[in-house]
């Protein structure tokens, strides 16, 4: 076994002897602490990476404490090494080294196992840490919340502890930072004498079946039932504080209020209160970075020219975009580790899981479903929370259907112009449109491309209530925003930039690049192309069809280009400062041969349901991949289309 300080020799494709980082694995049961001690140690230095061949993320850091440093990878929270879901699988694979599926490449065991415990109920850990021996790996046990089982009165004979298992035991808090400067020694000290604990059921080191582990589980559990009763005395049974704020969180009247109070308030915060700090990042790229740049290239003489457009109205604007999405992400992610190290997220689960299981998820997915009516990129962050990666797709794919607060200026636009006195009507049949084709495309999912979902019921470890430290959500919230930035950004910034080309591209001569009317440049004539596709909903018309591809962007730039190609287009017989809801109205009653308000309405169905915003597509391609990404986009533009064809097809007959 090779120290810290050398790293692992291994032979390359090549057969040459090739230098690896010695590499720890986290394991241990969901809730016990095991990301909060993986932040503590690596703080920012670490990234998110999917498993080869999975949806699976795993989060990847450096711990420096020696040189060179050591790389540490936080496994999928788990009870079991036989695992009942992908993310259990790759759990299993990268201890036993049977796939290669550990994001490093190489695929080996890891060079240690730090087994994670909650000191408060260590005996959940001890049948996966004899699981864990059957790999053969060294490991160190942690003993996390020693705080919370000191409260609960429950007291650990560490030295004995130490003795029983036969490895060693380490009480941390990642919190407060006590006890890491004993685990750095205790970790140096396993690496250059690594230590494996003993399976009690006699399992030698290697692979197990199910039908193993059931003949060899009473044992397991015998060894268990006399480790605790060596090691651990517990105080007599107290109602503990959080037992006492369960009585009324999870009470059945009492507590789905309590749990729409706390989904309001995280739909305030990932939406109005990031509102003037996205205005803000907008103003200082639309403002004084524009500003400066097109006087820098005014001072080189490149004025006016396509570079000026290229830069400020392509890459620039894509920046801009990027960056609006920052204060939104960065709240997202602390209002998620407020509600999970406080405990609370556990509870809302239990909350609302009757409601998700008519879409086979549980009930950890009413947090994204509902942070999707704010905005739908933070909502996929937050299916993060669900325990396995095929719920996490699933509910993923469902998040882009719920109705984000960009299409509600949309909706408010043309319910205002074409129906007036119902446009509030209107505006609610949205939302519950909205509300209706998740469950029902849920519904249909689950029948379909996820039948491998299985209804399971909702089993949580409910931690208890504690107060979140700052250092860490800040410093976890930090390293979500900052990949988000670098992965969506890129994407986001590059498409930005082919739209602009789109539109400085002339169609026909008579035109410079970069000096072109929208009507008469590609992106225009592609609209105008495509706008008879979208004859049977009635709203065959470039410029509408054209404020869509706009929408592809962020729904919001929807009613600007609306009025900038009603603008572009002109209409006969009309003066240039007619207003945009008489240009609306003329254009749409043409298009749908008088039946204007049908063609609307199919124009809002459409906007409900077609692809989302561009940042939506990132957030979707890092989290799953390009291929269910591509597929759903598809899919989701072909029920648009039925659906706004139905509504016009429909609404014109009444």
């Not at 020693?146 to 990642?174: C, E, F, T």
């Not at 006492?244 to 059945?252: A, E, K, M, Q, S």
Request: glycine residues 10%.
């Amino acid at each position: 076994m090779a120290s810290c300080h050398d790293g692992t020799a291994e032979p390359d494709r090549a057969g040459s002897v090739a230098t690896r980082p010695t590499r720890i694995a986290l394991v241990g049961n969901p809730n016990v602490g095991k990301s909060t001690l993986f932040n503590a140690l690596t703080g920012s230095r670490q990234r998110t990476v999917n498993a080869p061949g999975t949806t699976v993320q795993l989060s990847t850091g450096i711990w420096s404490a020696w040189s060179p440093a050591v790389e540490l990878i936080d496994l999928p929270g788990t009870y079991s090494l036989l695992a009942r879901s992908p993310d259990e699988q790759v759990t299993v694979d990268l201890l036993t080294g049977r796939s290669g599926t550990e994001p490093t490449s190489t695929g080996s065991p890891p060079d240690l196992v730090l087994l994670v415990a909650d000191a408060s109920a260590v005996g959940r850990s001890l049948y996966l840490l004899a699981q864990v021996a059957q790999t053969g790996s060294p490991v160190v046990m942690v003993l996390s919340m020693a705080d919370v089982a000191a409260h609960r009165g429950v007291r650990i004979d560490v030295p004995a502890l130490r003795a029983a298992l036969g490895v060693p035991v380490v009480v941390v808090n990642p919190r407060t930072g006590s006890g890491l400067s004993q685990l750095v020694t205790t970790v140096e000290e396993a690496l250059a004498a690594p230590t494996s604990a003993t399976d009690p059921a006699g399992v030698t080191p290697g692979g197990v079946t199910p039908e193993d582990e059931t003949e060899r589980a009473e044992l397991r559990f015998v060894w268990v039932e006399s480790v605790l009763a060596a090691t651990v005395r517990s105080a007599p049974y107290r109602l503990s504080r959080s037992d006492r704020i369960d009585r009324v969180v999870l009470n059945p009247w009492l507590g789905v209020p309590l749990f729409l109070a706390c989904m309001w308030g995280v739909f305030t915060l990932t939406t109005r209160v990031a509102a003037p700090l996205q205005a803000h990042f907008e103003a200082l790229v639309t403002g004084p970075l524009s500003s400066a740049a097109r006087a820098a290239l005014s001072w080189v003489g490149a004025a006016g020219t396509p570079v000026e457009g290229l830069l400020v109205d392509g890459l620039l604007a894509g920046v801009g975009t990027v960056l609006t999405f920052v204060p939104l992400m960065g709240i997202m992610f602390l209002v998620l580790g407020v509600l999970e190290d406080s405990g609370y997220l556990a509870r809302a689960a239990l909350v609302g899981d009757r409601a998700m299981r008519m879409v086979g998820l549980d009930g950890r997915a009413v947090l994204p479903l509902i942070v999707g009516f704010g905005c739908n990129v933070p909502a996929l962050s937050a299916t993060r929370t669900l325990p396995n990666a095929r719920q996490r797709m699933l509910a993923g794919l469902l998040v882009p259907l719920t109705s984000c607060s960009a299409r509600l200026t949309v909706y408010v636009l043309l319910a205002s112009v074409f129906f007036q006195q119902r446009a509030g009507t209107v505006v609610f049949a949205m939302y519950l449109t909205s509300g209706a084709l998740v469950v029902l495309a849920g519904l249909l999912m689950r029948r379909t491309a996820f039948r491998d979902v299985q209804r399971e019921p909702l089993v949580l470890e409910l931690p208890p209530y504690r107060v979140p430290a700052p250092r860490a959500l800040f410093a976890a919230a930090w390293f979500r925003v900052r990949g988000f930035v670098r992965d969506v950004g890129t994407i986001i910034v590059g498409t930005l930039t082919v739209m602009w080309l789109l539109t400085a591209i002339p169609a026909s001569s008579g035109h410079s690049f970069g000096r072109v009317p929208l009507a008469e440049s590609v992106f225009g004539e592609a609209a105008r192309t495509a706008s008879g596709v979208f004859a049977p909903a009635g709203f065959g018309d470039w410029p509408a069809v054209a404020a869509l591809a706009s929408g592809f962007v962020a729904k919001e730039v929807v009613v600007g280009s609306l009025g900038q190609s009603y603008a572009a287009a002109g209409t006969p017989g009309r003066p240039e400062s007619a207003s945009l809801a008489s240009r609306l109205r003329e254009s749409f009653d043409v298009s749908s041969g008088g039946h204007g308000p049908a063609a609307a309405l199919a124009f809002l169905v459409f906007v409900l349901a077609y692809t989302p915003c561009l940042a939506t597509l990132a957030e979707q391609r890092r989290l799953f991949g390009w291929r269910p990404t591509v597929a759903a986009m598809g899919l989701q533009l072909a029920l648009a289309w039925l659906l706004a064809v139905a509504a016009f097809q429909i609404g014109r007959l009444l």
